[in-house]
């Protein structure tokens, strides 16, 4: 059964900060919902290639409660697995390729930002004869193209996020599609998606710190006089605590992303295709 | 789910105001700006010290021979400058400017005291003094986001609440084409335009205001929904020749807009 969600009213676009707030004010009056889904997904994944897929469904999933919550047209997480399941597979096949065009993004920006890394270094070696002043400078030049290709991998990021919301939400959209939608969709509003997305990166510091609170107690042991074993079984268990943070801080920061997903999707169909802008309540 | 977080306040006058909380988006990317700013004017404030520093040390050291303790000395003046002028450009911005500093006047958002007036230099100062406690050990980034006033600890010793500022309604910046304003003046004589409500009146303004930005199949099927159901609500029987749905949306705006300002 086609639905067609549409809401009631429309709300002005937001702006860059209200976009973060909304998404952890989604987050926060679902947690326990989407907190489960989460780490249900991440069960799923621990299975190979059905399991990656139900993970990937599961987390589309709470991006679509989401985008409900925010029409005020809620479905049960029921409905919404109906909707779902049927394309469990396109869900897989969108995030393979979600993963192969990153893939091919940062082995360009690579190549090309090594590039041009070299190519002052050599100049400046041969033309500037203070070597203290040269490394300065080269130093500096590196750190430029350091922040413009983070600058270009953010942009493709941005006008690939939304990747696997039309698939959800929509009707009549395959695996390819939805990619292109989330590129037609995007484009002209990169900038804003960019800094919504350091905006959200900022705010996943402190939580992503604390998984990586093991790693500091290692660097006293690497110096100490403790035998060569005992050293290892305990960088081996911290290592291990590590990764066990690392999943759970995945498990909670993962509704996050989704929330942000919902609301910029919400903006952006508001802003392209006035999503909500009817006259009362007429049907034709 | 209601997208913003509102607080009332009750100002020494027994007037309630209501705000919206500026939430944790705005207050990170004005915080990051701030960072940024401060940090260039700390990196200039080292770097033209260096300089200072080290021919003052040549100096010294030719004249008098000796010179212990004046580079641990410099190293001490320049820190505490450091701290004065890490505090200071919040306190100094948050008085000067009533409650904002630059990011904060990016991202639209505004310090106010408990009760809603302006803050003065205590509660600046105060809530500069927890700022490095606040930030560094992420205390405050999750008082914001799992606190009820968005408080955090600067905010809570200083008794202050930082709120969206409000937007005022723009002026239509929109063009109304000239096909438009000929059907507009014969509007009221061929269909019933009092019948439009006020809030039909601000939909088709909404998106009139918006439709440049809209991709254009999607702006075609909406024009000519909201066409359609114009239409009906004005109850116009014969629409004219070569019509497309964005020239009559404009033409219903204009008739509406002289229809209920007479005289003009």
Redesign the interface.
Known sequence: MPQNLSPQSSLPPLSVGNVVSAGIRLYRSHFKQYLGLSFKALLWWLIPVYGWAKAATIIAMISRQGFCELINQPESVGTTRGHLNPKLWSFLLTQILRILIDIGISISLGIVSSFLMIIPAILITVFVKDSFVGISISTLLQTLINLITLGLQLWFQARFFVAELPLAIENNVESTTTIVRSWQLTKGLTLKIQMVLLVAYLITIPLVSIAFLPLFFMIPLLSSRITQDTVTSIIVLLGLLCLILLSITNVLIRPFWQAIKAVIYYDLRSRKEGLGLQLRDRPI | ?????RITVQTPESVELEFTL?????????L?IDYIVLFGSLALFWFLWIIFASQLVELLSNLTGGNSGLELWLLAIALLINFFIYMGYFVFFEVLWQGQTPGKRY???RVIRDDGRRVSIQQATLRSLLRPIDDTL?IG??LV??GRQEKRLGDMAAGTLVI?EE?VVATSSFSVSEPAQKLAQQLPQMANISQL?P??FA??R??LQ??G???PK??GD?SL??A???R??IALEKLPEGLTPDIFLEAVYLAYQQQSSPGF
């Not at chain 2, 500026?22 to 004005?30: D, F, H, Q």
């Open positions: 789910m209601h997208f913003f977080n500026a939430g944790i988006g705005n207050r990170a990317l004005a990051l991202t639209k958002i992420f980034a999750f986001m799992l969206q937007y409500l809030d039909d939909a088709i909404e998106y918006r439709r930005g809209m991709l999607a702006k909406l929904q909201l359609r159901q114009v009906i609500i």
